[in-house]
């Protein structure tokens, strides 16, 4: 086996096995974030507004510059690009139990979500200022 051959068989494997893994990679890593599961949007009610996309974590799995937020009447929905995954992670306004925002770094922004299940959600930069600025949680 020459030199040639063997840098073939090597390229060659690489286009098999390499979309293989990215795919088990990416479907442990939805399954761990909890954005594998079907999201019913009826029980969300109209949407309100697109809030953009940005970087967040779910659950202890960070999303950098992958996730689109939307907001509808009765939550948000957060979901990741298809490359990544896919998946869809909803947030209804009477799951959360606590919101805090605060700054990471010198000019960052965060928001910390925490849902009633014990999930931990953190929105960083543009996901976490359109939070602020833009989702009225309808008070109860």
């Not at 967040?56 to 939307?70: D, E, K, P, V």
């Amino acid at each position: 086996m020459n030199d040639t051959s063997l840098l073939i068989g090597i390229i060659l494997a690489f286009c098999v096995l390499f979309p293989l893994l990215w795919f088990g990679v990416t479907r442990l890593l939805k399954k761990v974030a909890g954005t594998d599961q079907a999201v019913d949007v009826s029980v969300l009610g109209d949407k309100v507004a697109d809030l953009g996309s940005g970087s967040a974590r779910i659950n202890g799995i960070n999303h950098n510059h992958c996730l689109s937020m939307t907001q509808y009447q009765h939550g948000v929905i957060l979901s990741v690009s298809g490359l990544f995954g896919g998946g869809q992670k909803v947030l209804l306004f009477k799951d959360i139990m606590s919101i805090k925002a605060k700054r990471y770094f010198i000019l960052g922004q965060q928001v910390i979500i925490r849902l009633a299940g014990g999930e931990k959600i953190s929105l960083y930069g543009r996901l976490a200022a359109q939070w602020k600025t833009n989702v009225d949680m309808p008070s109860e």
